[in-house]
T-cell receptor, first 115, second 112 residues
Framework: DARVTQTPRHKVTEMGQEVTMRCQPILGHNTVFWYRQTMMQGLELLAYFRNRAPLDDSGMPKDRFSAEMPDATLATLKIQPSEPRDSAVYFC?????????????FGDGTRLSIL | AQSVTQPDIHITVSEGASLELRCNYSYGATPYLFWYVQSPGQGLQLLLKYFSGDTLVQGIKGFEAEFKRSQSSFNLRKPSVHWSDAAEYFCAVGAYNNDMRFGAGTRLTVKP
């Protein structure tokens, strides 16, 4: 059964360090989403890509977050420098089609703790 | 842009009882509607989806949902809840050529 793979599953680091989270979307899916989940804010859309091109990153703090798709099999989300308020679970999801009209398949997330 | 509201933050039901989780959406055109379930430590898993046609859709794990355009609702139901159904449930609304918006989620607790 095809799955979205996220690495690492857990990350603990100190404030100010760079954090890189990786996602391998399901082969053939051309839309990739990054979400952040916290108790206070729930599930927030940070950015999404279609055919590797960024379509919307309005949910992402631009000064410290960046998202890229170097190739069709890898999406990355970077935080530099990291801050304690970035502590959350970050999910990647992928889907076929043009986005909102198709189900998204989620990875198991990266649980990030910034000390 | 589309939006979705889940009025109930937390619901508790007894095992074997019926369940209905509420979802209301806002969108000017025909929405694409989804229900997802999230177990602790895992990502969201698709339960069912509605695109068009029959307004009562069946999903996995014995869940169903009914689309009511007049009420802008897409409530999730299950006739008899099992302890393993305890999880967080998310309703989502999508639009063609656009992203998907998720509700805040409803946490389901199942009493023995």
């Amino acid at each position: 059964d095809a799955r979205v793979t996220q690495t690492p599953r857990h990350k603990v680091t100190e404030m100010g360090q760079e954090v890189t989270m990786r996602c391998q979307p399901i082969l053939g899916h051309n839309t990739v989403f990054w979400y952040r989940q916290t108790m206070m804010q729930g599930l927030e859309l940070l950015a999404y890509f279609r055919n590797r091109a960024p379509l919307d990153d309005s949910g992402m703090p631009k000064d410290r977050f960046s998202a890229e798709m170097p190739d069709a099999t890898l999406a990355t989300l970077k935080i530099q420098p990291s801050e304690p308020r970035d502590s959350a679970v970050y999910f990647c999801a992928s889907g076929p089609g043009t986005g909102g009209n198709q189900p998204q398949h989620f990875g198991d997330g990266t649980r990030l703790s910034i000390l | 842009a589309q939006s979705v509201t889940q009025p109930d933050i937390h619901i508790t039901v007894s095992e074997g009882a019926s369940l209905e989780l509420r979802c209301n959406y806002s969108y000017g055109a025909t929405p694409y509607l989804f229900w997802y379930v999230q177990s602790p430590g895992q990502g969201l898993q698709l339960l069912l989806k509605y695109f068009s046609g029959d307004t009562l859709v069946q999903g996995i794990k014995g869940f169903e949902a009914e689309f009511k355009r007049s009420q802008s609702s897409f409530n999730l139901r299950k006739p008899s809840v099992h302890w393993s159904d305890a999880a967080e449930y998310f309703c989502a609304v999508g639009a063609y050529n656009n992203d998907m918006r998720f509700g805040a989620g409803t946490r389901l607790t199942v009493k023995p």
